[in-house]
T-cell receptor
Framework: ETGVTQTPRHLVMGMTNKKSLKCEQH?????MYWYKQSAKKPLELMFV???????ENNSVPSRFSPECPNSSHLFLHLHTLQPEDSALYLC??????????????FGEGSRLTVL | QKEVEQNSGPLSVPEGAIASLNCTYS??????FFWYRQYSGKSPELIMF????GDKEDGRFTAQLNKASQYVSLLIRDSQPSDSATYLC?????????????FGSGTRLSIRP
């Protein structure tokens, strides 16, 4: 099993659809993250979960709804998205404390296109 | 003011030369700093992290941190074509609990043969 796995890798959806992105990590980490990467923009932090509790919501619109049922799984539920939400959504995990605090391990990303 | 700032480039460096990448950050309380490399179509991967003022060397890479100036840099010696990528500076803006890691916009580096 690779460290951080994201599914689906590609997703095309209409503005009225509801879909979900899934992330699973096999590294024994306790912190998980969602980032958004758009063309010509920096990686934008969306949500942070630490031991299943949300510790950061970076002013993300409510049409994005995260869920973290346990420290290994993270979901991003999508509904009534806009075309400007088309981007690469990256999941990452890390150990929340310790010498390497903040070293992120990324999944390969889910490329989302909203029509 | 952006939380983490980098020159977007592109930075073009001849093969074998030293590439110098710079980053500034706004939160004076930040404690840990990272350089990630991202190839086109791929996810970022960590290449260096630094916590203490001064230099940290790892092979051809040297990270430099100056907390007083809120400045982080990455030097790549003996640049190779495989070093051509976007380099992302990242700052952990939280001391405890889960990390809040903010990225700069990245500097695109091109190594010309």
């Amino acid at each position: 099993e690779t460290g951080v796995t994201q599914t689906p890798r590609h997703l095309v959806m209409g503005m009225t659809n509801k879909k979900s992105l899934k992330c699973e990590q096999h590294l024994g980490h306790n912190a998980m993250y969602w980032y958004k990467q758009s063309a010509k923009k920096p990686l934008e932090l969306m949500f942070v979960y630490n031991f299943k509790e949300q510790t950061e919501n970076n002013s993300v619109p409510s049409r994005f709804s995260p869920e973290c049922p346990n420290s290994s799984h993270l979901f991003l539920h999508l509904h009534t998205l806009q075309p400007e939400d088309s981007a690469l959504y990256l999941c990452a995990s890390s150990q929340p404390t310790g010498a390497n605090t903040g070293e992120l391990f990324f999944g390969e990303g889910s490329r989302l296109t909203v029509l | 003011q952006k939380e983490v700032e980098q020159n977007s480039g592109p930075l073009s460096v001849p093969e074998g030369a030293i590439a110098s990448l710079n980053c500034t950050y706004s939160d004076r309380g930040s404690q840990s700093f990272f350089w990630y490399r991202q190839y086109s179509g791929k996810s970022p991967e960590l290449i260096m992290f630094i916590y203490s003022n001064g230099d940290k060397e790892d092979g051809r890479f040297t990270a430099q941190l100056n907390k007083a100036s809120q400045y982080v840099s990455l030097l790549i010696r003996d640049s190779q074509p495989s070093d051509s990528a976007t380099y992302l500076c990242a700052v952990n803006m939280r001391l405890s609990s889960a990390s809040k890691i903010i990225f700069g916009s990245g500097t695109r580096l091109s190594i010309r043969p």
